[in-house]
């Protein structure tokens, strides 16, 4: 399938591996790109620029195809060090980045004289008109059923996307609740030029997590997903468990007084406890409602293929109905 996404990137398929905190490693990147989508590794997973150097190395062995380095750019009181990231993905030749969190106009520049691509998430059409506007070359609209951070404005894909298609020149890619073929498709009705997935790509042979991780996204249904952190302007959707239960227990009780602080068991340092160690219990973790739609642990390679083949299927006969 040809489209504005897979003309930019170079891709085969208009699917993209969203960055994912401790699931974005070489191998699920590179699994991602031989399947033909765009995989990501999350650049703030591996710590240092030398580790992130180390890491893009291990993905150019896996694929000689293209793959996108993810920047998350976080409010901190200890910043990562951010030039130095984008120094070794600049050195490393990497054609994509993948950018979130704060607005990347600071750090664009530099990656754009690079002639790297830059695709910034979003969650609100503002915010995407504005990641435009800065001259980045892609969106990725996340709406509010994504796993990870929907923003604060609650705005569902099925009006989020026509949207943005009303508002943008530039392409963009449906994020969350995306699953399969149905998803592509109608992401694609709706105005985008592709899709990208995290919790679905979380659930396949080729992520780097424990077994007990893909297991929990399995057996989630649509119900079972949790916005915690409302009150400090950080929502994250996450999947409910005991951890979740006390951190919320918290927010009813301390209200508008809640401090980050006092969830820091809950937040802090849990994802390497989950995602390798697979303790499910040990903290909050983002997953998406799109859980309810995961019913299988595939290779990526069957999984990109079962999405085109589902894709062409419903586009060939249910779609031909006049
Ligand atoms: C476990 C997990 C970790 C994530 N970590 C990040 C991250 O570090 N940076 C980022 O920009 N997005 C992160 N995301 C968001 C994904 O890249 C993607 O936008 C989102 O998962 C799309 O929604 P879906 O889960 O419904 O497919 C994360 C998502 C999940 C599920």
Redesign the pocket.
Same mark, same amino acid.
């Given at each position: 399938m040809k489209t504005k996404i897979t003309e930019l990137f170079g891709i085969e398929h208009p699917i993209i591996?969203?960055?994912?905190?401790?699931?974005?490693f070489a191998e699920l990147a590179a699994a991602v790109s031989n399947a033909g989508g765009l995989g990501?590794i999350?650049g703030?997973?591996q710590g240092t620029p030398e580790k992130l150097a180390n890491e893009i190395a291990r993905c150019k062995e896996m694929t000689d195809k293209p793959f996108a380095v993810?920047l998350?750019f976080l409010p901190s009181l200890t910043p990562p060090d951010y030039p130095g990231l984008i120094k070794e993905i600049i050195d490393a030749g990497v054609p994509v980045v993948?950018t979130?969190?704060r607005n990347p106009a600071e750090y664009l520049p530099a990656l754009k004289e690079a002639g790297i691509k830059v695709i910034h998430?979003c969650t609100s059409v503002r915010h995407s008109i504005k990641a435009q506007s800065i001259g980045c070359d892609a969106v990725?609209v996340?709406g509010f059923? $994504?796993?990870?951070?929907p923003g604060e404005d609650d705005i569902p894909n099925f009006i989020l996307l026509p949207r943005a298609a009303e508002e943008l020149e530039i392409p963009f890619v449906a994020?969350?609740?995306?699953?399969d073929g149905r998803s592509l498709v109608a992401a694609m009705a709706l105005g985008a030029e592709g899709m990208?997935?995290?919790?679905?790509?979380?659930a396949t042979q080729d992520a780097p997590v424990h077994q007990n991780v893909k297991e929990a996204i399995v057996n989630a249904t649509e119900l079972d997903t949790r916005l915690i952190m409302r009150s400090l302007t950080n929502t994250e959707r996450v999947l409910n468990n005991e951890a979740v239960e006390r951190l919320m227990e918290k927010e009813k009780r301390l209200g508008d007084d809640l401090k980050f602080e006092d969830i820091l068991d809950e937040v802090a340092g849990v994802?390497p406890k989950i995602?390798h160690e697979g303790t499910m219990e040990a903290g909050a973790?983002? $997953?998406?409602?799109?859980a309810g739609l995961v019913n299988d642990i595939p290779t990526v390679q069957d999984l990109i293929n079962n999405i085109m083949s589902q894709a062409d299927e419903i586009i060939k006969s249910r779609l031909q109905i006049f």
């Open positions: 591996q969203g960055g994912m905190h401790h699931v974005g990501t999350t703030l997973t993810n998350t993948e979130a969190g998430k990725s996340d059923e $994504c796993g990870g951070h994020s969350g609740g995306m699953a990208n997935m995290g919790t679905r790509f979380i994802y995602m973790w983002s $997953c998406g409602m799109v």
